[in-house]
């Protein structure tokens, strides 16, 4: 399995490309602000071809490039329809602080000409890897996670994780859309069941795995020992 991660944009979201090999079709995770070109860069050193364009939340430093990407490959964009409305509508999903950095510029934002909608559980087979998707919510309502077998280096799966975990955090849950509570039920139920061989490739920061998590993570600590009844301070600033 061949992938290429990438920071892009002021917020520094990574970006990846997977696919199965060089010369293959391939899928685009999260093409954030500034993407686009990093994109074409990994696509024309390993002669790919985008497919799809997968999206684990509809926060605009997620989502910038989607449009752009999809439209110049003609692949199809895949997003949970709780955070659809986000391709046309990013400002419903954004902090005061992105809002005032963005006033000013000429921003035009529009669904790409192809859009599917992802389901919790649901298998996606594309460019010959196969997807499992999670929903979890809770950084917005519409987050979901993508694991795909990896079976390499004694590595069972990857996990596109967004801004759901971090190396040593979790996503914030103070913008539109965010729960403090769901998201914790999200880790509980969609983090803490995993496989601690799963590497976790998040949307910002170091790659990890959840047996790493598992055993440092305080958020993920405090969950295992059943003292998470109710919210603690804010997590990770990081994304929006």
């Given at each position: ?5 990438f ?68 692949a199809?964009a ?13 400002m ?5 602080e ?26 996606l087979?594309?460019?010959?890897l ?13 987050s ?6 990896y ?11 967004g801004?759901l975990?971090?190396q ?7 913008l539109?859309g965010?729960?403090?509570?769901t ?9 803490l069941?995993l ?46």
């Amino acid at each position: 399995m061949l992938i290429a991660g990438f920071p892009a944009g002021p917020w520094g979201t990574n970006c990846y490309v997977a696919a199965t090999g060089p010369g293959t079709e391939c899928v685009v995770i999260d093409p954030g602000k500034d993407a686009a070109p990093g994109v074409a860069d990994v696509v024309r050193e390993h002669g790919l071809k985008p497919v799809a364009v997968l999206v684990t939340h509809g926060h605009v430093d997620h989502m910038w490039c989607v449009a752009p990407v999809a439209g110049t490959y003609d692949a199809t964009a895949w997003i949970h329809p709780d955070d659809r409305h986000l391709l046309a509508n990013p400002m419903a999903g954004m902090s005061r602080e992105t809002t005032q950095m963005l006033l000013g510029g000429h921003y035009t934002f529009a669904e790409p000409d192809r859009v599917e909608e992802l389901a919790d559980g649901q298998d996606l087979e594309l460019a010959g890897l196969t997807f499992t998707v999670d929903h979890t919510p809770g950084h917005t309502r519409g987050s979901v996670t993508f694991r795909a077998p990896y079976e390499q280096q004694e590595i069972s799966q990857v996990m596109f994780s967004g801004d759901l975990l971090f190396q040593g955090s979790i996503g914030r849950t103070d913008l539109p859309g965010g729960d403090h509570p769901t998201m914790l039920h999200s880790l509980r139920t969609k983090v803490l069941t995993l496989a601690d061989d799963i590497v976790v490739l998040p949307g910002h920061g170091d790659q990890t795995s959840i047996g790493r998590e598992r055993a440092t993570n305080p958020f993920l600590l405090e969950l295992q020992d059943e003292r998470a009844a109710g919210p603690r301070g804010s997590a990770s600033t990081r994304g929006l």
